[in-house]
Each structure stands twice: as C-alpha cells, then as structure tokens.
C-alpha cells in the first residue's frame, strides 16, 4: 500500500497526504488530517522512517532543474528561484540537463538522494511518452517521501505550475507583424522532443489562420534553442530560394535564437529590418542591446522561478487548477514588444 493510494482514497493531493503522515511542518487542517489518518488506517498504509526523514530533513535546499545554464533565458529564472528561496531561509542547487530526459531522471534521482526540499521543472517538459512516464514516476517517489515539486510550463497533469502565456504571446506578437503587413513570415522554433516549442508554433499558426493566412503554408525551420541553431536555421531558409522568395519576417521562437538570426544575417549583409524583421521571444536582458534592439514577447522570467518556488514551498491543501496543467495553475502574462529589428515589409 502506498501513499499514493492513501491520497486517492481520502480524496486529496498526495503533498497533503504526505504532510499528514510524514510529519511536515507546513500546515494542514485538522479537518484534511483527520481524513487522512482514516484512510491510512484503512488501508493499512504504515509511514517509513526515509519519508519522514526527508519531510523533517534539516538541509535548507531548493533543487532547480533547468536545460541550459549558459541561457540567459534560464539564468534569469534561476534568478527568480534563488531569490524567493533565499527569502524562505534555503539555498538554491542548479542541475543543468540539456534538454536531454536521461539527464533530467538523473538529476531528480541525485536531488532526491541529496533530501532536497523541494525540486523545481524550469525547463520544458517533453513530448515522448515513455520519457514523461519514468520522470513522473521518479518525481512520483520523490514526493511520497515527503518532497515537493513545482513546475515552469506545462508538464502535464498532477503538478503545481506556473503557466507563461506561451502561445497567446507568439500569436500576439505574430499579429503585429502581421499589422505591420507582412505575409511571408517565416518560424525557426525549437525541437519537437519539447513542449514549449509546440505551445508557441501553435500561437503563431493560431495568428495566421485568424488573419486568413494558410498555416499549412508557414515556412517553419526547427533547431536547437541556441545562438549556432538560430544561424544554421536562417541560413537554410535563405538558401531555399533566392532573395524573391525570402520571407520578409522572421519569428524565431526564443530570443537566444534570435540574436543567433541577427548574427547570420548581418554577416551575409541582409539589412534588418529593412530587407528582413526579426523578433524574438522572452525578452532576456540582451535583446534590447543588440543592434537592431530585438522586438520580442517578454515574459516576466524571474517572477516564473519565484512563483514556482512560493508553489512548491506552499502549506495547505491546494486549489483546483482551471486549466488542468496541475492541482494549482499560476497563469502569468504576456507583452509584445516591438522595437527597430522590425519594421513594415519592404515594398516589391
């Protein structure tokens, strides 16, 4: 018999059955403990030393599983993390996993071992069922023994999560640049192994068809989130055709992309925004700085690290989530915002 199962007969989360019977100090009602304490006796269901252990562990420690620590996009999360865990006495671990589920199991397993308070998902989850099922399962057995964990975008049902306005910003900024007059707008967006890169595409082809536009006729180029994938993916959609065919905007779908499109375009002396826009998204504290400044969609990053560590760290039973990402949903907005790398297209 397991807590799990203790949780699911008494009806409540299992953080709050785990808080009953593995002698947390965040607080429950009296009412949900009693609840509680009459399905594990019920059922049979006897507490283990490890989990309490963990729940009353002294080491004063937020985990923080990220894809990239060299991303500024992540390191501004990790920011938010850090300094919301420092307001509630702990100290922040980054594991950085590359975007790679084996290294992510790994990291869940290490911080697991290490009896960390709480495990925080910045990085995007993923889109292959097996890998989804054994991370779950590890975080599953994390948080029996008492641990917490939140999450940074959706990972899918039965975590507490903090949800970026990912594809309401893409088809956002997409409608400005579409406002703008452009027609032939090409994507470079990320893999297809992560969830995220899917969220934003579909905002962007959500923008086009509501302007009468064809998704199905998108130029969408897929690379790595980085600064050598954002050159490699405006070079092969320049060199699909020549200069009559280029699109006359380009939305690259993280801002460290952006920046690498910039990159590669100046050098090839394609003037932006003149012969081509670029825009990017997340609004990290480069894209401002760059020559053009970046028009991009800017989400409040720190603020998706503090309010995931407020989640994992909160007492008391949880809400329902309206959008059934987790038991609690913290939506946070988001804001275009377009500066000189766009402009409207320039006339045939």
Not at 115 to 124: E, N, P, Q
Not at 256 to 284: K, N, Q, T, W, Y
Request: hydrophobic letters at 45%; proline letters at 7%; aromatic letters at 2%.
């Amino acid at each position: 018999m397991t807590l799990g199962d203790v949780a699911r007969h008494a009806g409540v989360s299992l953080a709050t059955a785990s808080r009953v019977l593995n002698g947390s100090a965040r607080t429950v009602t009296e009412a949900l403990s009693e609840k509680v304490r009459a399905s594990a006796e019920t059922l049979g269901y006897l507490t283990n030393a490890p989990a309490q252990a963990l729940a009353k562990a002294s080491g004063a420690t937020v985990g923080v599983l990220l894809h990239d620590v060299a991303d500024p996009y992540f390191g501004a999360i990790a920011r938010g993390v850090w300094d919301a865990a420092s307001e509630a006495g702990l100290l922040s671990l980054v594991a950085s996993t590359d975007a790679d589920p084996e290294t992510e199991l790994g990291a869940i397993r290490m911080l697991h071992g290490q009896r960390v308070r709480a495990i925080v998902l910045a990085g995007s989850g993923y889109t292959d069922p097996d890998a989804v099922r054994r991370i779950d399962r590890a975080l599953d057995a994390y948080r029996e023994q008492g641990g917490a964990v939140a999450a940074i975008t959706d990972h899918g049902p039965g975590y507490d999560t903090v949800l970026p306005a990912n594809r309401s910003g893409a088809a956002g900024l997409t409608g400005a640049l579409i406002a703008l007059g452009h027609r032939r707008i090409a994507v470079v967006t990320g893999p297809e192994r992560l969830r995220v890169p899917a969220e934003r595409l579909g905002g962007v082809l959500d923008a086009l068809a509501a302007a009468g536009l064809d998704p199905a006729a998108a130029l969408v180029e897929r690379t790595e989130f980085s600064h050598a994938g954002g050159r490699a993916a405006i070079g092969r959609i320049l060199a699909a055709g020549g200069p009559e065919s280029w699109p006359t905007a380009v939305v690259a779908l993280s801002d460290i992309c952006a920046a690498g499109v910039l990159a590669e375009l100046r050098d090839r002396g394609v003037a932006v925004p003149g012969r081509i826009s670029v825009a990017g998204f997340d609004d990290i504290p480069l894209a401002a700085d760059l020559a053009p400044p970046l028009s991009t969609v800017r989400i409040p990053l720190a603020r998706l690290g503090a309010e995931a560590v407020r989640l994992a760290l909160a007492a008391g039973e949880p809400q329902p989530a309206g959008g059934g990402a987790g038991r609690i949903a913290v939506p946070l907005p988001a804001e275009v915002v377009l500066r000189a790398s766009t402009a409207p297209p320039p006339h045939d």
